[in-house]
Structures are given as C-alpha cells and as structure tokens.
C-alpha cells in the first residue's frame, strides 16, 4: 500500500477519535447550584475537585495533544506530497539502481623506437559473488583450491571496493590447473567464475625499471587527494590499480583510460534484477619515451657489472641528448623488478625491497641520491675564477703535493693533493686535466678574500645545482651548495658554537674541490655539462617523447624542450676549460686514453673522486660529451663505493656512450688510479 494513503487512513481515524471525545466527554460542568424556590441561581463557590472533573481535564488535554501530533502528520504529509516529491522519487530510484565498475585497461610504455618496454597481458582472475562468504564450506573449498588462508579469502569476499553488485576478486594469475578444477565441478563451487583480465607486463623484465616505475592498489592519500581534485583529473575508487613511480604515476592521467561502468537494477537486498545502460571501458593513451632500450640495456649491464665486480653499495648512470634534454639511458643500481607489484606486492618482497642491507633499490640514483661532487665540478670552479678575477689564463701554480693557507708546513692548515707526489708547475687547464687539488685550493684562499666571497657558489648555482630540474619524474632532489648563512643556521641548529658554525676559509677550499658540504645528483651534474658542451644552454631533462594517436601512428601531444640554463661566459674562458677536459681523455693517464682512441668521435670529459666522511667511502664520478667540437650527447655516471672514478664510473660512462655510436668498448686493461 502506498505510504501517503497509509498516512491519510492514519489522519481521517484519528480525526474520528476526535469527534467522538469531545461527543460523549467534552461537555462542561458547571460550576452553580440552583434554588428550586425560583430565585436567581447564585455562585456556591469553591471549585469542582470531583473525578468526574479531573477525567475530563484529562480528556481536554488528551485531545489537544492527538490534534498537535494530527497537525504535525499533515504538515509532513503536505512536505512529502507537494514540497519533497521529487527528491524522494529520486532517492527511491537511486535505490532501484546500482552500478558495476570496471577497470579500463592501461596505456603502454614504449621506448623511442616503439618498441613495449611496458604492457598488458592476459590475466586468469577468480572472481566470486558477494553470497558466498555465507556458505563456510564453499569458502574453505576455494582456499585450498589456491592455496589461499581461509580468513583471507573470506576477507577478499567482503571486499565491495568494486562496487556491491560486482564480483569479487579473489585471486589474479591462476594456473590452468585452478581453471579447470573449477570448471568441472560447477557444483561445488556456486557463485565462484573465473574471468580474464588484464595485468601490467614487461616484456624486457626489470629493465629502466626506475624510469618506467611501477603500479599497484590505490592509496588511502591518493583517494583523498582524487576527492579534491578538480575537474579533468583523474578520480579513483577504493580497489583502482594506479601508477605509484616513474612514468606511471607521473602520467597517470594519460596511462589509465576511463573506467567502464553497467547501470543494473536491483532489489531490497541487493540481487541484481535486470541490466540498463552500459558504458564499456576506455584504454588509457600509449605513451613513447626518450629511452633507448639498447643504450638502457648497456648501460644497466655495465653499471651491475662495476658496482658487483668492485664490491661497491650502488650507483647511476644518465645519457642525455644535450640539444634537446632527451633522456636516452637512465639506469640505478642496486634495481628491482616491478612484475613483483602486479597482483598486489607479497610483504616478503616488500621487506626484501626495503631492508638497509638492500641498499634501497627502490630509488632512483639518477635523481634521488645525493653526493659531494669531488672534481668533477672542477670546471664550474674554473668559470668561477675566471668570472670573477680571482685567476686568468696566465695563473699558475707549483704543486708538491701538499698545500697550507700560509705556505707553510707549520701552520697547522695542511691540504693534501690526491697526487701526493706532486705535479709540478700547473696552470688552469692542467690543473683540470690532471685534477690538480692545489690550483682550486689556491681558488678557494682567492675568493675568501675576494669583493664576491661567494662567487663559487653563484656559479655553481647558474649551472643549476643547489636545485631540482624539473624532469618528468619524482623523487628528484635538491642537493646542497653551502654558504655562510647555511652553515650558521644549520651547525646552531645542532648546538655548535657562533665560531664552530662560522664560515672559515677551508670550508672555500673543500668546496672548490667538489669536497666538505655540497651534495650534488648524477643529473644536475649531467645538466651542468649540458651547458658546458652547448656553450650557454640546457634544455629540461625529460623521459617523454609523446602522447601516441590511437588512431594512426601519429602523436596527439608531444613533448616541447625548454631552456632551464643559461649561463654566458667568454669565449676565451670556455676555451680554457673545453681544452682542459679534452686532455682528461687523452693526456691524463695513457690506460685511460686507450679506452677513448677506438672511438670514431672525439670526446671531452672529467673524472672525479669525493670523500662520504660518514659511511668512509668514495662517491666516484665521470662525466663526458661527445663530439667535443658539436657535442651531442652528455653522459654522467656515478658509483658509490668504489675506489677511484677512473676505476670504476669512467668505465660505465665509456659503455654507455659506446652503445649510442655502437662502438664498443674492447679494451680489458686496467685504468692507472687516478682522481
């Protein structure tokens, strides 16, 4: 029966209630008595405290309150009926309907040449209606069946993050043996099907696993933020598998397609009745990378093959394309392969994956881990000196091997060169050339007392360091380019004395050398040379080529450069520094050159070794360009751990750019030590 007729019925009975009271009860007593001699009635006084009386006080009272509750049931009936109508219609038809949800398989990740670094692949899922976590036996039948634990099954069961008419997820990737079991006994498992879907696949395993990242379950943060975000992002439901790092979480919005959805019919409880609209799932976009997958490869292999062979705890290694900012190659080491996140990562891998002695193989050391630069950042010292007038062309110097503030032994302020043997009489470009710690040692004492103190650090910081780049990836750092205000604020803060956290003359020195404070990552050094090899600009490293067409081969959106650095400087002073890093391949140590001279391009480059005082070990670099007369290509690679840079990184950087100009490196002995 309809409520508003129930109501009505309720009304017009309680309305006849009513009547009948005041009828039979309502009549009043008079409070007089009479004179049956005829004479005028006369008030008797005093009041009527009969039961009669009180009864129908009673009664009165009784009625006005059936009459309020009468009122209030006509004044909500009239809302119902004429101010709320609609609303109500839509609640009862929102009720009438539900919808299933399902998940729209995701864009591809490809490398520059089109060839799937990430994909999809088939997946057995057995999926079970909601009802069956009532029946305890079917429930303990399926967990042996999958080698499941009953409680986690019956957890899967009661899951309704799908939505509450969708079936549940209770396994991905099953065997054909689970597939056919179930589907010869129908009888015993009622409810339980299986389905194919779609999970992530990776055809080349865990290559440029840092670059392309990984998926898995939607966060708690990430649902919230998805509340608040405006229109044309991307929202997500409990149970979306969404990108977490690398390319799939930075384009994310164009990797995960649109969510199909089935408007179906229900009842009280819930059981589906019949099906309305359908809207079938929407892929996401296949996006193209900068990355090489052969220069990938190499230069993962030759990065594991150094950092295992030497015993070391990780490195990096970057390949740009400096007219452009194309990434061709980024590779971390320690890695990790992000088929372990498909299907919902196991706590074991993800204690493997985060254990100290693991060496966190989760991060990108290309953008993530930060070290003192060590001599490679001896030509951005360099450009500082000449900047700024603290040395020329013509300045030179007399290394012994050691150095003092005063030139003394004697005055307490000895500075060791890495050659403690000497090197003789130097200028700028030998001091490059053979890493000459005494010539930026004696830079560092000229800006101390120099009009700019600070020249170095304004330097270093036009070349970007200190800050990120802005790739198209995150976890990048920031690094560190001390100066006094940063000092004080930071050793106070630690409760060193004003003196103890004053900028002192040797703190010049360290960094002029890439050693003390600054902490720099293998692609802002890869920027800075960028710069170096163009003569001024750098363009904003970047992993994507474009948005593919779905259509054709086309894009629909493609990646625009944009200058990050500029730095000007003469072209007498570029001269002075290009021609010292030429001599870095082919004058400083003959077992180095020998690795250069099979290639068919001249290169210019530097080596470089920084002291990690806390964990006692070396963070060891080389960075190149090549041509060195039209650069091209940047690479940088760093290794943590090793023993010298000429040892260990140059050896992973002349692979790398080996495998872009596919020449090789074919020489097996072994480098002379050297910073």
């Known amino acids: 029966m309809d409520l508003s007729l129930i109501l009505i019925i309720v009304c017009v009975v309680l309305a006849a209630a009513l009547v009948v009271v005041f009828v039979v009860f309502g009549r009043a007593e008079a409070n007089f008595t009479f004179d049956i001699g005829g004479a005028a009635p006369r008030a008797s006084g005093g009041s009527d405290s009969s039961a009669e009386k009180k009864s129908s006080s009673r009664l009165i009272g009784l009625a006005v309150a059936v009459g309020g509750v009468f009122s209030v049931l006509l004044a909500r009936l009239w809302s119902m009926q004429l101010v709320s109508s609609e609303d109500y219609a839509k609640q009862a038809e929102s009720n009438r309907r539900s919808v299933i949800y399902t998940q729209a398989p ?11 670094i990430v994909g999809n692949r088939a997946s057995l899922t057995v999926v079970a209606e909601g009802d069956v976590v009532d029946d305890t036996v079917e429930v303990q039948l399926l967990a042996n069946l999958i080698g499941m634990p009953a409680q986690a099954v019956r957890r899967k069961l009661q899951d309704t993050t799908e939505g509450f008419q969708s079936p549940r997820t209770i396994s991905v990737d099953v065997s054909r043996r689970v597939v056919a079991f179930i589907g010869e006994h129908p009888e015993a498992f009622p409810g339980v099907t299986v389905q194919q879907r779609t999970q992530r696949s990776y055809p080349y395993g865990s290559l440029a696993a840092h670059v392309v990242g990984y998926v898995s379950t939607v966060t708690e943060e990430q649902l919230e933020a998805s509340k608040e975000a405006k229109d044309g992002s991307v929202s997500y439901r409990s149970g979306d598998v969404v990108g977490q790092s690398g390319v799939e979480l930075s384009y994310e919005s164009v990797l995960a397609g649109t969510r199909g959805e089935q408007t179906v019919f229900v009842d009280a409880g819930g059981n589906v009745l019949d099906y309305s609209t359908t809207i079938e799932p929407e892929s996401g976009s296949d996006v193209e990378l900068t990355i090489d997958v052969d220069v990938q490869r190499v230069a993962e292999e030759s990065l594991e093959r150094v950092v295992s062979s030497q015993s070391c705890v990780g490195g990096s290694v970057v390949a740009l394309d400096c ?5 061709l190659a980024m590779a971390s080491y320690p890695t990790f392969s992000p088929n372990v996140f498909t ?3 196991s706590q074991a891998d993800w204690d493997a994956l985060s254990a100290e002695d693991a060496h966190y193989p989760l991060m990108n050391r290309a953008i993530g881990g930060q070290y003192p630069a060590g001599s490679v950042i001896k030509p951005l010292t360099t450009f500082a000196a000449l900047e700024h007038g603290v040395a020329t062309g013509d300045s030179s110097w007399y290394c012994s091997g050691w150095w003092s503030w005063s030139g003394s032994r004697d005055d307490g302020t000895i500075m060791k060169c890495w ?6 009489g130097v200028n700028l470009i030998s001091g490059i050339t053979y890493s000459c710690d005494v010539v930026f040692y004696e830079i560092g004492k000229g800006f101390y007392y120099s009009d700019d103190p600070e020249g170095m650090q304004e330097t270093f910081r036009a ?7 802005g790739i198209d990836l995150s976890g990048e750092a920031a690094g560190r380019v001390p100066d006094p205000e ?3 604020e930071y050793f106070k803060s630690l409760g060193y004395s004003d003196e103890d956290s004053s900028w002192k003359g040797g703190d010049n020195c360290n960094i002029a050398i890439g050693q003390g404070d600054i902490l720099v990552t293998c692609l802002q050094m ?13 363009w904003k490293p970047h992993v994507l080529r474009g948005v593919r067409s779905k259509v054709g081969d086309g894009f629909v959106s493609e990646y625009r450069p944009e200058k990050i650095v500029d730095v000007e400087e003469s072209q007498q002073d570029r001269e002075i520094v290009e021609r010292g890093m030429w001599g870095v391949i082919y004058e400083e140590a003959p077992t180095q050159t020998e690795h250069w001279t099979n290639m068919s391009v001249s290169v210019a480059g530097k080596t470089g070794t920084g002291e990690q005082t806390a964990s006692h070990s070396n963070a060891c670099w080389f960075g190149c360009y090549a041509p060195s007369d039209d650069p091209k290509y940047v690479v940088f690679a760093n ?7 000429s040892t260990t990184a140059m050896l992973v950087a002349r692979d790398t750019l080996g495998a872009i100009y596919g020449e090789p490196d074919t020489v097996t002995s072994v480098v002379a030590t050297g910073d």
Do not use: Q
């Open 106 to 116: 995701r864009g591809r990740i490809l490398d520059r040449k089109g060839r799937e």
């Open 323 to 327: 007219t452009s900012g194309e990434v």
């Open 343 to 345: 299907g919902g990562i």
């Open 419 to 424: 050659e403690e043997s000497g090197h003789g």
């Open 463 to 469: 070349y970007g360091l200190g800050s990120v780049s």
């Open 486 to 488: 940063w000092k004080r």
């Open 526 to 538: 890869a920027d800075a040379y960028c710069s170096i090899a163009n003569r001024g600009p750098a």
């Open 639 to 645: 290794v943590d751990g090793g023993d010298w840079g």
